[in-house]
């Protein structure tokens, strides 16, 4: 079973503006993470929020934790066309394991 | 990119045959996992290695088995393909750190 559900699916936006994905969570967390997926390609790492971590920044990329709302928010700003990719939110457990949720499927139009 | 490569990158084959996908590392990481990715699923974890004959189950590992006889090679085989096989098939690989860096993948087709 996903440990994590993203939304929204999908999200379409123009060239410039803000992506805001969210990922909602059953149990409790040890490290939420988020990867990129480019169509037909391997996942890329973006970042990694503790359990004891509220807000996390790198570069135009945001998270956000939640603990009692046992959510995730990934906000990426001044969207680009080639931010285009689907976007997962994973926690990780014992030995490294991830537990993906389905992912968002972003498209930013130029 | 992490060195990580799969090998075939795709793959057509037919109900009942066996099927071995590989997976080799050039970073020396302690962790291997394979994972299959299908519409609506995201990413299901299948089996995962600890270390060089240290394997375990996954989520969704009926049906495939795998072996680790050393530090960078990770194969998945499927003992007799079934069509509900056909997926796209990462590997990925883990150090020290939670992060997972993850292969090209590997798109198979059971007929």
């Known amino acids: 079973s996903q440990q994590g559900e993203e939304d929204p699916q999908a999200l379409s936006i123009q060239e410039g503006e803000n992506a805001t994905m969210n990922c909602s969570y059953k149990?409790?967390?040890?490290?939420l993470q988020w990867y990129r997926q480019n169509s037909g390609r391997g996942l890329v790492h973006l970042i990694l929020i503790r359990s004891n971590e509220r807000e996390k920044h790198s570069g135009r990329l945001r998270v956000t934790l939640d603990t009692s709302k046992k959510s995730s928010s990934l906000l990426i700003t001044a969207s680009r066309a080639a931010d285009t990719a689907s976007y997962f939110c994973?926690?990780?457990?014992?030995?490294?394991?991830?537990?993906f949720g389905a992912g968002t499927r972003l498209a930013v139009h130029p | 990119d992490a060195g990580i490569t799969q090998s075939p990158r795709h793959k057509v084959t037919e109900t009942g045959t066996p099927v071995t996908l590989r997976c080799h590392q050039t970073?020396?990481?302690?962790?291997m996992y394979w994972y299959r990715q299908d519409p609506g699923h995201g990413l299901r974890l299948i089996h995962y290695?600890?270390?060089?004959?240290?394997?375990d189950k996954g989520e969704v590992s009926d049906g495939y088995s795998v072996s680790r006889s050393k530090t960078e090679d990770f194969l998945l085989t499927l003992e007799s393909a079934t069509s509900s096989q056909t997926s796209v098939y990462f590997c990925?690989?883990?150090?020290?750190?939670?992060?997972?860096?993850f292969g090209p993948g590997t798109r198979l087709t059971v007929l």
């Open positions: 990925a690989i883990s150090g020290g750190t939670d992060t997972q860096y």
């Open positions: 970073e020396n990481h302690r962790y």
């Open positions: 149990t409790s967390i040890n490290n």
């Open positions: 290695s600890y270390g060089v004959k240290d394997t």
């Open positions: 994973a926690d990780s457990g014992g030995y490294n394991k991830l537990i």
